[in-house]
């Protein structure tokens, strides 16, 4: 899965089949696939 780094706001995310969402704040890495981060496009960038 592409990585992206989150920006301006934290984020929670599961990952399908994860029980438990983890929170991600402004500079972390969190891999997405292409539909979530589209979901979340002013939020996360892609990591360069």
């Known amino acids: 899965m592409p990585k992206y780094i989150v920006k301006n706001t934290h984020i929670k995310h599961a990952a399908p089949g994860d029980e438990k969402a983890k929170t991600y ?7 997405l696939t ?4 589209a979901a979340l496009v002013p939020n996360v960038e892609p990591k360069r």
């Not at 704040?25 to 891999?31: C, F, K, Q, V």
């Not at 292409?34 to 981060?37: D, L």
Request: proline letters at 9%.
């Open 25 to 31: 704040g402004p500079g972390d890495e969190i891999e």
């Open 34 to 37: 292409k539909e979530e981060a």
